[in-house]
DNA sequence: TTGACTTCATTGCAAATGCAATGAATATTT
DNA sequence: AAATATTCATTGCATTTGCAATGAAGTCAA
């Protein structure tokens, strides 16, 4: 049988890195506030821009955009965001952070730049290289 | 509000290069033969070691036990493996690939080696580090 | 302006997933 | 040996997912 090496397989690796990765981060930060993956990506997102599209978010945090629009719901259920039927287009919908999405968003965000902070340092010194990789990957 | 950038985010980044790299493969290559990346992954383990158990696949291939299961019992379906009970120990199954199993093996691993190649050559002689680092996200 | 296209967001549906629970087989303890 | 605990694979269930289809709103051209 012709070799095959799983454990060098990049597809692989990368797969298991990821989920470990993010399931760990999940686990430690998102699952107490009641987050998902999905809906801190959305939230993420909102808290750079306000007053964004499903599309656009769509776009820029790279999910499918039924997912986002059903991340979107869920966070409106939850209240941390307002989805308004933009006045200009009426296609789009307008999501922005609610006052308690500030608020939540307040205490994540720190947590998930220490959360980051500790991967470069397991990454060491090999992490700006990393990053540029990943950008080879990703633009390839 | 504090700032947040998650295009720096690495749970972000590695999630979204594993996915676009699993879902290329996945369509290049599995989809074609009728297999999803999980069957894949229990193929290619059983590629290497005959007569394995399912909870033995579970730990080397990295998959929830239930996702192995499944994805074993797909490829009986499709007649790529066979599952035995372990006769000196009959709560264990034991999988192994069918002669049907090892033809499409046989041609699917050239495509997967060629595959992987083709990633390492756009990684160019970042490869070798990428893959160290990669090593010490999972040894984490 | 009317009609054909395109762009958005949502939803239906089938499939996949994670987790807990089940039940069968083996190990361990008393 | 009997009772208890552990290990293994499968399954039930609720949830999530991807994709195609829908319908509403806007654009463009004749």
Chains 1, 2 share one sequence.
């Not at 991340?71 to 209240?79: K, P, S, V």
Request: charged share 30%; aromatic share 6%.
């Amino acid at each position: 049988m012709t070799p095959f090496a799983l454990n060098d397989f990049l597809p692989y690796r990368l797969a298991v890195a990821a989920s470990r990765v993010s399931r760990a981060f999940e686990r430690r930060y998102m699952a107490e506030a009641g987050l998902s993956v999905s809906e801190w990506r959305v939230l993420a997102h909102l808290s750079q821009e306000s007053e964004v599209s499903v599309r656009e978010i769509q776009a820029r945090v790279d999910m499918e955009k039924s997912k986002v629009s059903r991340a979107a719901t869920r966070l409106e259920e939850q209240g941390l965001i307002t989805k308004v039927v933009n006045q200009t287009d009426r296609r789009l919908v307008s999501l922005s952070l609610t006052q308690k999405g500030h608020e939540v968003m307040e205490k994540l965000i720190p947590l998930a730049n220490r959360f980051n902070a500790d991967l470069q340092r397991i990454l060491g010194p090999e992490s700006k290289a990393f990053h540029a990789s990943l950008d080879r990957l990703l633009n390839e």
